[in-house]
């Protein structure tokens, strides 16, 4: 098992910004990609954004393109999730998954981590 931490999370006012982070034990090239999700009770976990760990390259879901950025630091073994103009909907536990394929394909998932959005 490959533990994952998330933490960042937090309760913030609409308009305002978080920033996640996940940490995994060794290194992030270890991983085809990396990514966070989020859900809300009664609601399937859904995605939120995800990066290509070699390329940079990154997805976003509709609901959040232009608001919240991905990104990886091989340094510090480390993926982001910057969010800003944070809306009550963003409202949801947020958790970090990554993705390895070699030698074989297993997925990881972290704890969790709570954003509030509200006034």
């Known amino acids: 098992q490959v533990p994952l931490v998330e933490s960042g999370g937090g309760l913030v006012q609409p308009g305002g910004s978080l920033r996640l982070s996940c940490v995994t034990s060794g290194s992030i090239r270890s991983f085809y990609t990396m990514g966070w999700y989020r859900q809300t009770p009664g609601k399937e976990r859904e995605l939120v954004a995800t990066?290509?760990?070699?390329?940079?390259?990154?997805n976003y879901a509709d609901s959040v393109k232009g608001r919240f950025t991905i990104s990886r630091d091989y340094t510090k073994n480390t993926v982001y999730l910057q969010m800003n103009n944070l809306k009550p909907e963003d409202t949801a536990v947020y958790y970090c998954?990554?993705?390895?394929?070699?030698?074989?394909?297993?997925?990881?998932w972290g704890q969790g981590t709570q954003v509030t959005v509200s006034s």
């Open positions: 990066i290509f760990i070699d390329s940079g390259r990154a």
């Open positions: 998954n990554a993705w390895r394929v070699r030698p074989e394909s297993v997925i990881y």
